[in-house]
């Protein structure tokens, strides 16, 4: 069968495709990979073919761009609060998930990044891809809803890949629920309205599969994972880092125990930054009786002024080959990062970010007893983290816990076992004649 793959032009995000897309390529199915332009030489270089789909993103321009927009789309509501506010889908406070804030959110969330993210040039070019190639099945990023409504327009079976907990998922259902319980003419439904009128250009109109699929892959372990109502369908997290080459020092076993600090990728790439103090890191993972291998470029390292001696900063590492040697990791609770660390069944310190659902991925983890996060909100003092890292180090109750992690991913339907489940289920959801 033909199987389009629809991603966000972020490394990361694909990054969580490839492995679903080589096990059907390896199985004898045909695979296309479609995302902005800017992503081409990152599909390529994963050796898939790339088929590039409306305008650029421009991730470095797009911080600027999102506060306008969300400032734009709160202008709509009356009272609005702080834009940023309604940009949080991880909100799982029962006081706080009101109806006008179901309402704010989807107001803002839809014009600020859904309908963004699926431009009318892309879900344009997504739609000719489909009705030209005929795919029998897209599967899609969940930021990228035009890619359902491509697949609608072209009879294709669809699905959505989780990158993350399924945040659209969980408030979806809760928003959906606020609106049922309201009279008719007040059930006003923006991401409905935008992907109705979206899907009506091309002969179709609104369902609920435009917003979550057909049906959903997850690559979260099951015991991570937000329960919905939604049919999905689980499978293994593979690492894939992206275009590598592992060094001679990371071949060797390290002298000592050895932790990582990464702030990932997607606050270099989608944010423009990140939140967490380098220097202040640094001060206090120096301390650690432990080699520290810190995954730094130059732009964050031109605020530090002195790099400890027991910290090795390299630019880039693939983290599929540095975390078998780690005895702990310390990040900003990006999936991916997330991911890896599961992985391998290593120890986790999270200081979360605001970026989408890292706050409640960091409760999870530490929920499980693999890892620590930070209390409170505010600034991290390096006193703080240098005994949380101690206790993860330490105590082997965080080895235990995240080996048993470990251990769930494994027995996970890998990619390839995967491969007849969609077969399966293509074949019972498509409607190309």
């Given at each position: 069968?033909?199987?389009?793959?629809?991603?966000?032009?972020?490394?990361?995000?694909?990054?969580?495709?490839?492995?679903?897309?080589?096990?059907?390529?390896?199985?004898?199915?045909?695979?296309?990979?479609?995302?902005?332009?800017?992503?081409?030489?990152?599909?390529?270089?994963?050796?898939?073919?790339?088929?590039?789909?409306?305008?650029?993103?421009?991730?470095?321009?797009?911080?600027?761009?999102?506060?306008?927009?969300?400032?734009?789309?709160?202008?709509?509501?009356?009272?609005?609060?702080?834009?940023?506010?309604?940009?949080?889908?991880?909100?799982?406070?029962?006081?706080?998930?009101?109806?006008?804030?179901?309402?704010?959110?989807?107001?803002?969330?839809?014009?600020?990044?859904?309908?963004?993210?699926?431009?009318?040039?892309?879900?344009?070019?997504?739609?000719?891809?489909?009705?030209?190639?005929?795919?029998?099945?897209?599967?899609?990023?969940?930021l990228m809803m035009g890619g359902a409504v491509a697949a609608r327009a072209s009879g294709a079976a669809h699905a959505r890949l989780l990158y993350g907990l399924d945040l659209v998922g969980t408030v979806r259902e809760r928003h959906?629920?606020?609106?049922?319980?309201?009279?008719?003419?007040?059930?006003?439904?923006?991401?409905?309205?935008?992907?109705?009128?979206?899907?009506?250009?091309?002969?179709?109109?609104?369902?609920?599969?435009?917003?979550?699929?057909?049906?959903?892959?997850?690559?979260?372990?099951?015991?991570?994972?937000?329960?919905?109502?939604?049919?999905?369908?689980?499978?293994?997290?593979?690492?894939?880092?992206?275009?590598?080459?592992?060094?001679?020092?990371?071949?060797?076993?390290?002298?000592?125990?050895?932790?990582?600090?990464?702030?990932?990728?997607?606050?270099?790439?989608?944010?423009?930054?990140?939140?967490?103090?380098?220097?202040?890191?640094?001060?206090?993972?120096?301390?650690?009786?432990?080699?520290?291998?810190?995954?730094?470029?130059?732009?964050?390292?031109?605020?530090?002024?002195?790099?400890?001696?027991?910290?090795?900063?390299?630019?880039?590492?693939?983290?599929?080959?540095?975390?078998?040697?780690?005895?702990?990791?310390?990040?900003?609770?990006?999936?991916?990062?997330?991911?890896?660390?599961?992985a391998h069944g290593v120890p986790q310190v999270v200081v979360p970010n605001d970026l989408w659902d890292i706050h409640p991925r960091a409760a999870l983890v530490e929920g499980s007893g693999a890892g620590l996060c930070p209390p409170?909100?505010?600034?991290?003092?390096?006193?703080?983290?240098?005994?949380?890292?101690?206790?993860?180090?330490?105590?082997?109750?965080?080895?235990?816990?995240?080996?048993?992690?470990?251990?769930?991913?494994?027995?996970?339907?890998?990619?390839?076992?995967?491969?007849?489940?969609?077969?399966?289920?293509?074949?019972?959801?498509?409607?190309?004649?």
């Open positions: 069968m033909r199987v389009l793959f629809v991603t966000l032009a972020a490394s990361p995000h694909f990054f969580v495709q490839v492995p679903l897309a080589w096990a059907l390529r390896a199985a004898g199915h045909d695979v296309r990979v479609a995302s902005q332009p800017d992503l081409m030489d990152t599909i390529t270089a994963a050796g898939l073919p790339a088929t590039p789909v409306g305008p650029r993103l421009a991730q470095d321009e797009s911080v600027e761009e999102l506060r306008r927009r969300q400032e734009k789309a709160a202008e709509r509501l009356v009272e609005p609060p702080d834009a940023q506010e309604l940009m949080r889908m991880a909100e799982d406070r029962p006081e706080r998930l009101t109806p006008d804030f179901l309402d704010g959110l989807f107001t803002v969330m839809t014009s600020a990044i859904f309908q963004n993210f699926s431009a009318e040039e892309t879900v344009e070019d997504l739609v000719t891809l489909t009705r030209r190639w005929r795919p029998d099945l897209v599967i899609w990023d969940t959906l629920a606020s609106l049922a319980a309201r009279p008719r003419e007040l059930r006003e439904d923006p991401l409905a309205e935008w992907l109705g009128w979206t899907a009506a250009r091309y002969g179709g109109g609104f369902t609920e599969d435009l917003v979550t699929g057909q049906w959903t892959v997850d690559p979260t372990p099951a015991s991570l994972r937000r329960p919905t109502g939604l049919p999905w369908v689980p499978v293994r997290h593979v690492p894939y880092n992206g275009r590598s080459v592992v060094q001679e020092w990371l071949r060797e076993p390290p002298a000592r125990r050895r932790v990582c600090l990464t702030l990932g990728l997607s606050f270099r790439e989608v944010m423009g930054g990140e939140q967490a103090s380098v220097p202040a890191l640094l001060e206090a993972l120096g301390k650690l009786d432990a080699e520290v291998v810190a995954t730094l470029d130059a732009r964050q390292l031109a605020e530090v002024g002195h790099v400890p001696e027991n910290v090795r900063v390299v630019d880039f590492v693939p983290l599929d080959a540095l975390l078998p040697s780690c005895s702990a990791i310390v990040h900003q609770g990006g999936f991916g990062t997330a991911q890896n660390a599961l409170g909100t505010g600034a991290l003092r390096p006193a703080e983290l240098l005994g949380l890292v101690t206790r993860v180090l330490d105590e082997p109750s965080y080895a235990r816990n995240a080996a048993r992690l470990r251990d769930e991913i494994r027995a996970t339907p890998s990619p390839a076992e995967l491969v007849p489940v969609l077969e399966e289920l293509t074949a019972r959801h498509r409607r190309i004649s």
